[in-house]
Protein backbone atom coordinates (compact mmCIF):
# COMPACT_ATOMS: atom_id res chain seq x y z
CA UNK A 1 0.00 0.00 0.00
CA UNK A 2 1.24 3.54 -0.79
CA UNK A 3 1.97 5.95 2.02
CA UNK A 4 -1.24 9.13 2.35
CA UNK A 5 1.24 11.48 0.90
CA UNK A 6 1.94 9.58 -2.04
CA UNK A 7 -1.81 8.59 -3.05
CA UNK A 8 -2.47 12.61 -2.41
CA UNK A 9 0.14 13.71 -4.54
CA UNK A 10 -0.98 10.79 -7.35
CA UNK A 11 -4.51 13.21 -6.73
CA UNK A 12 -2.96 16.47 -7.15
CA UNK A 13 -1.18 15.21 -10.34
CA UNK A 14 -4.14 13.88 -12.09
CA UNK A 15 -5.83 17.49 -10.92
CA UNK A 16 -3.04 19.10 -13.00
CA UNK A 17 -3.60 16.88 -15.81
CA UNK A 18 -7.41 18.19 -15.91
CA UNK A 19 -6.53 21.48 -15.87
CA UNK A 20 -4.01 21.48 -18.13
CA UNK A 21 -6.75 19.24 -20.54
CA UNK A 22 -9.11 22.27 -20.30
CA UNK A 23 -6.88 24.81 -20.53
CA UNK A 24 -5.89 23.51 -23.36
CA UNK A 25 -9.43 23.61 -24.86
CA UNK A 26 -10.05 26.64 -24.20
CA UNK A 27 -6.87 27.95 -25.91
CA UNK A 28 -8.21 26.20 -28.81
CA UNK A 29 -11.65 27.08 -28.68
CA UNK A 30 -11.02 28.89 -32.31
CA UNK A 31 -9.39 26.57 -33.55
CA UNK A 32 -11.17 24.63 -36.53
CA UNK A 33 -11.87 21.22 -36.35
CA UNK A 34 -10.15 20.62 -32.76
CA UNK A 35 -11.20 18.06 -30.71
CA UNK A 36 -11.34 18.68 -27.20
CA UNK A 37 -9.37 17.09 -24.92
CA UNK A 38 -10.54 15.08 -21.00
CA UNK A 39 -8.73 13.66 -17.96
CA UNK A 40 -8.99 10.13 -17.89
CA UNK A 41 -8.38 9.13 -13.97
CA UNK A 42 -7.67 5.42 -13.37
CA UNK A 43 -7.09 3.87 -9.74
CA UNK A 44 -4.07 2.54 -8.73
CA UNK A 45 -4.13 -1.25 -7.21
CA UNK A 46 -1.89 0.34 -4.36
CA UNK A 47 -3.96 3.53 -3.69
CA UNK A 48 -3.89 6.40 -5.71
CA UNK A 49 -5.04 7.34 -9.05
CA UNK A 50 -2.93 8.04 -12.57
CA UNK A 51 -4.41 10.37 -15.44
CA UNK A 52 -4.34 10.17 -19.41
CA UNK A 53 -5.40 12.62 -21.65
CA UNK A 54 -7.43 11.51 -24.47
CA UNK A 55 -9.47 13.06 -27.34
CA UNK A 56 -12.94 13.61 -27.59
CA UNK A 57 -15.08 12.18 -30.42
CA UNK A 58 -16.88 14.89 -31.41
CA UNK A 59 -15.05 18.22 -32.97
CA UNK A 60 -16.21 21.36 -31.09
CA UNK A 61 -15.84 23.75 -28.22
CA UNK A 62 -18.07 23.35 -25.15
CA UNK A 63 -17.17 26.33 -22.62
CA UNK A 64 -19.44 25.13 -20.19
CA UNK A 65 -17.59 21.64 -19.82
CA UNK A 66 -14.55 23.53 -19.52
CA UNK A 67 -15.22 25.36 -16.89
CA UNK A 68 -16.47 23.00 -14.91
CA UNK A 69 -13.85 21.14 -15.82
CA UNK A 70 -11.68 23.43 -13.83
CA UNK A 71 -13.25 23.76 -10.73
CA UNK A 72 -13.33 20.00 -10.59
CA UNK A 73 -9.87 20.31 -10.96
CA UNK A 74 -8.95 23.02 -8.74
CA UNK A 75 -11.31 21.57 -5.71
CA UNK A 76 -9.46 17.79 -6.15
CA UNK A 77 -6.39 19.80 -6.32
CA UNK A 78 -7.33 21.31 -2.58
CA UNK A 79 -8.57 18.24 -1.36
CA UNK A 80 -5.88 16.14 -1.83
CA UNK A 81 -2.80 19.22 -0.47
CA UNK A 82 -4.86 18.95 2.41
CA UNK A 83 -4.94 15.27 2.89
CA UNK A 84 -1.12 15.92 2.16
CA UNK A 85 -1.13 18.53 4.94
CA UNK A 86 -2.82 16.29 7.36
CA UNK A 87 -0.69 13.33 6.85
CA UNK A 88 3.10 15.95 7.30
CA UNK A 89 1.33 16.98 10.59
CA UNK A 90 0.73 13.95 11.73
CA UNK A 91 3.61 12.40 10.85
CA UNK A 92 5.15 15.43 12.85
CA UNK A 93 3.42 14.85 15.45
CA UNK A 94 4.09 11.12 16.12
CA UNK A 95 7.94 11.78 15.71
CA UNK A 96 7.72 14.58 18.62
CA UNK A 97 5.72 11.83 20.84
CA UNK A 98 8.25 9.26 20.12
CA UNK A 99 11.10 11.92 21.38
Known sequence: MS??????LSGMRAAQVALDASA????NADT????????VNTAQKDGGVSA????VDTAGSSP???VVA?????????ANLAVFK??????????????
Do not use: C, H, W
Open 24 to 27: NNVA
Open 70 to 78: QLQAKNAFL
Open 3 to 8: SISAIS
Open 64 to 66: ESD
Open 52 to 55: VVAR
Open 86 to 99: TSDQMAGALLKAKA
Open 32 to 39: PAYRRQQA
